[in-house]
């Protein structure tokens, strides 16, 4: 290998993350690269980018990869010992064979392709659901990341968009980050906040414990999990009664009335203090600030959205810049996604003409439900027999893991795995399928976080006999018989075709110029030409019934909506599994710096309870509920509620003492409204394991 440097080329990041950083990619030679870098001239990724991407190399050219195809020919959940290698054709027939076998005996919806955000590029990732379309396999409800927040912000906007963040830096007087440890999740964003700061902008963090971000924070609002409603709804209180609202907004661009007035009459900031745990003091405080600035830019994430009343709390925030009439201001409003800010017309990705919505749906939070074949979520039809799954990782990422894995272990079950590493999951696969990374397949991204739309090419070639998803799609639906334009047309051209749909220029021209913002003008991004609801109003009392059927009597008015897991005399605990600074998922997991970093799986609890229970940093701790317990170490920490514990995470099952990872104790209850995993929604007992550093 030689270690000259010899081009600083385009790419875009494809991991889970609202940020999708446009990069710069040191290419040291046709199969390697050296650091990767935040491009410089993109005005949001503006040069900057979290460590574990900065460090991608070890990722990419990790030992570990996956270079050939295999079959398993030893026990489940061992891992590569337990595989043989074979050739590309051999796994594919072997795949289509099986499929096609447990087809005709059980009808098409016993085969399960399951997916997520792995890449976020839409090509490599939504394919998959072509040829589930094609082959009226069934479908899936995608639950496990932004259901639940997208019909909260949504119910209230109409559409999943906001302002652009970039007014941060030069306009916004407050910034608001409500349930997102951005530091640890959108590096960027923070560079937007710091150039506030330096004018003098205050920041506002609203998160159960004092993250990496809460640090940076001048007001820090250290709520109860799941009470962000309450909150919400008790600074609307505080805004009406020292006359913070603007009357004349309320009554041009929203739903406002009499009746809402009257229902945040009695929602004090005393009231709220008792749901929250929040000083009223405090609760007063941020009202004002918020009511005295509308230049309060509120970035709102998905963690707080997390819990059965999550859409729901989602909805409650962001009625207060519809209060203030922040939206009517530069640097003011709210973000909490732009995914449809891109108008981008995907159908020819995912074969929407094929589509077929009578084929039954599952939901991908409850994963372990139905391979384990709970009758609710079969819904009447054959059980799932087989699985193709692509860009997840269910034994780790999904809700009570220990049905996962016991869904898994069905000798029944056959599952096709198409990975970088050997995942938990591969490792309960018939068939291991090595996959590209981003840096050597063609894709094109939006973001949540920013405008721009991305498209980029290879830089390097496939490690080993690693292939695109794309690739595996095409060969299955070819050896399946499946039938659509777009099992015949190259990544490239599925790119260009989307672009040309969509009245947007070609893949080469935007891939020439890295990126095409697509910003709406001041106007529009503000909602000052009316939100996307139907009266082009927002909408303070939603009609929830249209957004989703799940336990769907909500309250009519932003409130405390009490349907989370509380805690009770037999589980006096909360939990929340926020995310690792240095993993995105179980992204990153297998590269030694971002281990390093994170040392192990650690539970932060309050030092009172520390010393109650007699143990100290480094000490084991068992937490449990009626799911599962998990055992691991202790972090002696106090900035959080006396009765909350936070484990940062995702960390493999293996990584833990007994095998059993925190997932394990997380619900499948799905939150109400659409759904939604409720990952920060969970009530635990702790018990003393004995010393041990
Ligand atoms: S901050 Fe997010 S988008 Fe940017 S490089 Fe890191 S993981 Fe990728």
Not at 74 to 87: C, L, M, N, T
Not at 158 to 178: F, Q, T, Y
Not at 599 to 620: F, M, N, Q, W, Y
């Amino acid at each position: 290998m030689s270690n000259e440097v010899i081009e600083r080329l385009h790419s875009t990041c494809p991991h889970d993350c609202p940020s999708a950083c446009a990069l710069e990619v040191e290419r040291i030679d046709s199969k390697t690269i050296g650091r990767v870098y935040g491009a410089r001239d993109n005005e949001y990724t503006s040069g900057t980018l979290c460590a574990k991407v900065g460090n991608y190399a070890e990722r990419v050219h990790h030992p570990k990869r996956l270079k050939n195809p295999m079959r398993r020919v030893g026990p489940k959940g061992v891992g590569v010992d337990s595989f043989e290698p074979v050739s590309w054709s051999e796994a594919l027939d072997e795949v289509a064979a099986k499929f096609s076998e447990l087809a005709s005996e059980y009808g098409s919806e016993t085969i399960w392709p399951h997916y997520y955000a792995g890449t976020m590029g839409l090509v490599q990732r939504d394919g998959i659901e072509r040829l589930r379309h094609a082959m009226r396999y069934s479908r899936q409800h995608s639950t496990i990341c932004s259901a639940a927040s997208d019909a909260g912000w949504k119910a209230g906007t109409g559409v999943k968009r906001g302002v652009d963040a970039r007014e941060i830096g030069d306009h916004s007087d407050v910034v608001v980050l409500w349930g997102t440890n951005a530091v640890h999740t959108q590096v960027n964003l923070m560079h937007h906040v710091s150039q506030a700061k330096k004018r003098g902008a205050k920041l506002v963090v609203v998160d159960p414990y004092q993250n990496a971000t809460a640090k940076k924070a001048d007001l820090h609002l250290m709520l109860q999990p799941g009470t962000d409603g309450a909150l919400a709804t008790a600074m609307m209180h505080v805004l009406f009664a020292e006359n913070l609202a603007d009357r004349a907004y309320l009554n041009e661009y929203t739903d406002f009335g009499s009746e809402l007035e009257t229902h945040l009459s009695n929602r004090t900031a005393i009231w709220a203090e008792e749901i929250t745990g929040v000083p009223s003091e405090q609760i007063v405080e941020f009202a004002r600030l918020v009511g005295n600035n509308p230049k309060t830019f509120f970035r709102l994430g998905y963690g707080f959205t997390r819990t059965r009343n999550g859409a729901f709390n989602m909805h409650a925030v962001s009625c207060i810049p519809a209060v203030t009439g922040a939206w009517k201001y530069l640097g003011g409003g709210a973000l909490y996604s732009n995914a449809e800010l891109f108008p981008l017309d995907k159908s020819l990705i995912i074969g929407a003409d094929l589509l077929d919505r009578g084929i039954r749906v599952f939901d991908q939070s409850r994963i372990g439900e139905v391979l384990c074949g709970n009758p609710i979520d079969l819904q009447g039809g054959p059980p799932v027999t087989a699985m193709l799954i692509q860009n997840t990782n269910p034994m780790m990422v999904s809700p009570s893991s220990l049905k996962v894995r016991e869904g898994f272990e069905r000798d029944d079950l056959f599952v096709c795995v198409h990975e970088q590493f050997m995942t938990e999951t591969a490792a309960m696969a018939d068939i291991v399928l090595p996959a590209t990374t981003f840096l050597e397949h063609e894709d094109i991204y939006i973001a949540g976080g920013h405008t721009f739309l991305q498209v980029a090419k290879p830089l390097i070639e496939p490690i080993g006999e690693a292939k695109p998803n794309h690739f595996v799609i095409c060969e299955l639906a070819r050896r399946l018989g499946a039938q659509h334009p777009g099992f015949d047309m190259t990544a490239w051209e599925i790119i260009d075709q989307t672009l040309e749909r969509s009245g947007l220029p070609s893949a080469e021209k935007i891939h020439s110029n890295h990126w095409l913002d697509c910003a709406k003008d001041f106007e529009e991004s503000h909602f000052l030409n009316g939100f996307e609801t139907i009266d082009k109003k927002f909408h303070f009392s939603p009609d929830w019934s249209q957004l989703g059927k799940i336990n769907a009597h909500l309250p009519k008015f932003p409130d405390h909506y009490s349907v989370t897991d509380d805690r009770n005399e037999e589980r006096p605990f909360r939990l929340v599994t926020a995310p690792a600074r240095q993993f995105l998922n179980s992204s990153f997991t297998e590269t030694p710096a971002a281990r390093k970093r994170e040392k192990r799986p650690t539970a932060k609890i309050h030092s009172i309870v520390c010393e109650r229970l007699g143990i100290g940093d480094g000490d084991l701790i068992r937490i449990g509920n009626g799911l599962a317990s998990v055992v691991l170490h202790v972090e002696v920490f106090s900035e959080l509620q006396e009765d909350v514990v936070i484990v940062e995470s995702i960390w493999p099952n293996s990584s833990f003492i007994e095998g059993v990872g925190i997932n394990s104790l997380v619900s499948t209850d799905p939150g109400h409204g659409v759904g939604g995993a409720v990952f920060h929604d969970t009530s635990v007992w702790l018990k003393t394991v004995g010393a041990n550093n």
